[in-house]
């Protein structure tokens, strides 16, 4: 054994597979299986698990989270946390994006009437003001995913966690960079449609008869 | 002067909060007719070309557009009414700042033609013979007023409307600047655009058909006769501007 990975990870030991060779005499021993299916599905890993248990009577099968308890509750725990920052990160993109949308409308009030008053369609003022939130929006996901790539980049050269040799590194994968861009760009889109449904709908009259 | 009325207006009431702006406005505009709305300040002329030009609803009376009450159809087909019919020369030239005057200019025409380059040439065209030639690049937020206005004339001109409702479009122009916009106006006049305009100035009043008075939000001669078998091109000799005691130059 090489040593207990984690703070409370009584059950459980990690030793790379030279080390079990060398103390069983036997270079393909284990004492369990554990299975991890692609994006960590765990559901698949414990199907996985069970049907090799099923053909395989001796061998002990897990997937890779039931392993232990201790490792469960992390990983719930790391979820929990990731969803409530994960929340906490839309409204702060919603806010701003609302705040910014709104002050840019407030500001064309005018110049939205004027178009109004030219003869265009309220679908048309919407649209413009909506693809101007989508373009802010899309500013936005390019430049964090910039960011979010050099970040994984420089993860992957210099790992989170790093023992022995049980390293973790950040995963990049194609729905890991894709889904938080589409989030962040679908809830700057419902941000950006509150502003550009109200300047659509201004009266030009009340706008175009002030004098500034 | 050529055809029947164009717009007509009748019963007009408008109100903001418990003040009435506009108590029983009625008028009737014929096609190639000129009209000059006077009135002291916050007598409700802007008001009644908001009413007219289907800017804002009337809280009583009727509006018809060559026989259309635009407020008897839906939000589309009247923004495609102001679109093709009506042209607005506002008090503020009210131009896109950040837009060049000859996009200023082609907007209203892009948005019903759909050919950016013909709206385009169409707004050369027009900038060209008011003048402006040599400013069609420069945007609308550096022009100044003078230029901006004779800019906005363009644009309510661009698609060739039946009606143009023009808000004091000469207030903020020098003596030429002026003859160039009412010159312009009288050419479209000409061709049988019916031309609104709201004014306090009596020498912009002189080159209209009629005068038509307002005070309260009344209009006190809704029915002046129109001059009828004039020229508005030639001002060889004074206009009767009904009964008002003003002459032309």
Known sequence: MRGLVGF??????????????????DDRSASAL??????????????????????????????????????????????????????????????????????????????????????????????????????????????????????????????????????????????????????????????????????????????????? | MSGGPILVAEGLVRRRGDKTVIAGASLALEAGESVALMGPSGCGKTTLLHLLGVLDRPAAGTVAIEGVNPWTIGRNARAALRLRRIGFVFQQSNLMPFLSARDNVSLPAWRLGGNRRAALAQADQLLDRFGLGARITAPGGVLSLGEAQRVATDRALVNRPA??????????????????????????????????????????ASRMHRIVRMEDGRLLLPGAPVVHGRDPLDRSSPIELNGLGLHSD
Request: net charge negative; charged share 15%; no cysteine.
């Open chain 1, 8 to 25: 409370a990870a009584l059950d459980s030991v990690f030793v790379d597979w030279g080390f079990l060779a060398s103390e069983t005499g």
């Open chain 1, 34 to 212: 554990l299975v991890w299916a692609r994006n960590g599905d765990v559901e698949l890993a414990r199907q996985i698990a069970s049907t090799i248990e099923r053909l395989f009577p001796d061998a002990t099968a897990l997937s890779w989270l039931d392993d232990s308890r201790y490792l469960r509750s992390i990983v719930g725990a790391v979820q929990a946390l990731e969803s409530i920052a994960g929340g906490m990160s839309l409204f702060g993109v919603i806010i701003p994006v609302l705040s910014l949308l709104y002050i840019d409308a407030l500001h064309r009030r005018r110049q939205v009437s004027l178009l109004s008053a030219i003869g265009f369609r309220e679908r048309e003022i919407f649209l413009i003001f909506f693809a101007k939130a989508l373009m802010v929006g899309m500013a936005g996901v390019l430049l964090g995913a910039g960011v979010g790539w050099g970040l994984l980049g420089y993860f992957n050269l210099h790992p989170i966690y790093n023992y022995e040799k049980f390293v973790i590194r950040p995963a990049i994968t194609v729905g890991n960079m894709l889904s938080p861009m589409l989030l962040v760009l679908a809830t700057t889109a419902l941000a950006g449609s509150l502003p550009a449904w109200q300047v659509a709908r201004v009266n030009p009259s009340d706008t175009l008869r002030r004098i500034e």
């Open chain 2, 163 to 204: 009606i143009i409702l023009a808000d004091e479009p000469t207030g903020s122009l020098d003596s030429a600047a002026t003859e160039a916009v009412l010159d312009s106006f009288d050419e479209i006049v000409l061709q049988g655009t019916a031309l609104l305009v709201a004014t306090h100035d009596a020498r912009v």
